[in-house]
């Protein structure tokens, strides 16, 4: 079964750093590009952050450019999020999804999320 | 970066049809055929239901289909079901190397 599991998610304070991480199972890791998407409480979905299945090209949004890292160890099939200078508005649920095709196109499979709470 | 125009909400009655749309600019929907829709029931992880515009994955019912003119988006639902009752968003590809998602809108299934 294709499955993704996220790990890491906690209250931190603003300032703070946190390192998420995504499990994938039955699939070949290496040959997908992977993603982070947030949704902040009641809010709608953010992309974040994307990897290629190499490692070789990565692309960030804007709001987290700088602050957050993505990598990923296709030796342990296991994605990363190093997330440093975190502020209150990166409070969310973080997903990681598998990209369907190319790079940041479309996510076919989704974890379930973790929730990462910024707060004093 | 701004995200894509749906509107906050549409409603339909069970086996009618709806239309939910999702406008962009020609940086993003109207200048790449890679638009995208996800289904999120709540407290649950998205659902990919349609991407490059009109395709669906396996498993997704025929009764969900997707179309674009210009800077719009469209995604249709035919014969609506009480579980379609979903939050929607559409997602596109920018020509700038990122992805945007539209604000999202709540289909009430009446």
């Known amino acids: 079964e294709v499955q993704l599991l996220e790990s890491g998610g906690g209250l931190v304070q603003p300032g703070g750093s946190l390192r998420l991480s995504c499990a994938a199972s039955?699939?070949?890791?290496?040959?997908?590009?992977m993603s982070w998407v947030r949704q902040a409480p009641g809010k709608g979905l953010e992309w974040v952050s994307a990897?290629?299945?190499?490692?070789?090209?990565?692309y960030y949004a804007d709001s987290v450019k700088g602050r957050f890292t993505i990598s990923r160890d296709n030796s342990k099939n296991t994605l990363y999020l190093q997330m440093n200078s975190l502020r209150t508005e990166d409070t969310a649920v973080y997903y990681c999804g598998k990209a369907k095709q190319g790079v940041i196109i479309s996510f076919d499979i989704w974890g379930q999320g973790t929730m990462v709470t910024v707060s004093s | 970066q701004s995200a894509l125009t749906q509107p906050a909400s549409v409603s339909g009655s069970l086996g009618q049809s709806i239309t939910i749309s999702c406008t962009g600019t020609?940086?993003?929907?109207?200048?790449?055929?890679?638009v995208s829709w996800y289904q999120q029931h709540p407290g649950k992880a998205p659902k990919l239901m349609i991407y490059e515009v009109s395709n669906r994955p396996s498993g997704v019912s025929n009764r969900f289909s997707g179309s674009k003119s210009g800077n719009t988006a469209s995604l249709t639902i035919s014969g609506l079901q009480a579980e379609d009752e979903a939050d929607y968003y559409c997602s596109s590809y920018r020509s700038s190397g990122t992805l945007v998602f539209g604000g999202g809108t709540k289909l009430t299934v009446l």
């Open positions: 020609s940086s993003d929907v109207g200048g790449y055929n890679y």
């Open positions: 990897i290629s299945g190499s490692g070789g090209s990565i």
């Open positions: 039955g699939f070949i890791f290496s040959s997908y590009a």
